[in-house]
């Protein structure tokens, strides 16, 4: 019994050492410290996300039913949204006032952002 036991603590001891060695995977910065196309455009994305956050929640994830989530969301489909709110097209009290002031650029790195981050039925 006492040999099996020590046997367990040698594993997870060997487990948490190979977990600590692949720690440096995709997602970690890169060495150049440039920014590719695509991290500019999430980083205006986040940026221009804290004028969201406030309804639709810091991750795009609402907790408040009236608000729908965004995260996970096809990036054309939440751009369209937001082209249809800024045009009239749709009209919504809250939103249609909101979309008024974004450009189109502002739209596609938003849409871009809430694309990229995962949705309420993801593990992650
Ligand atoms: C004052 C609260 C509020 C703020 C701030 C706000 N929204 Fe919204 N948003 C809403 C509400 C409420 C709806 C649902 C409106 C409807 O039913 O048409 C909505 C809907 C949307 C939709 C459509 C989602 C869908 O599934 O139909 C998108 C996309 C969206 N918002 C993006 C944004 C973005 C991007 C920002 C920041 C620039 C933002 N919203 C800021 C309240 C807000």
Do not use: W
Not at 41 to 66: D, E, F, I, N, T
């Amino acid at each position: 019994m006492k040999v099996n036991y020590s046997l367990a603590i040698l594993s997870v001891f060997g487990g948490a050492v190979l977990l600590s060695l692949s720690g440096c995977g995709p997602g970690s910065p890169s060495s150049e410290g440039e920014l590719n196309e695509e991290q500019l455009l999430l980083q205006a994305g986040q940026q221009r996300s804290r004028a969201c956050m406030g309804c639709h929640g810091p991750k795009g994830l609402s907790r408040v039913q009236s608000y729908p989530s965004l995260a996970g969301r096809p990036q054309a489909y939440l751009e369209g949204r937001l082209r249809a709110y800024r045009s009239g097209e749709r009209s919504d009290p809250m939103m249609s006032s909101v979309a008024r002031n974004l450009s189109d650029e502002d739209i596609t790195a938003l849409s871009y952002y809430y694309a990229s981050l995962p949705g309420a039925d993801s593990n992650d």
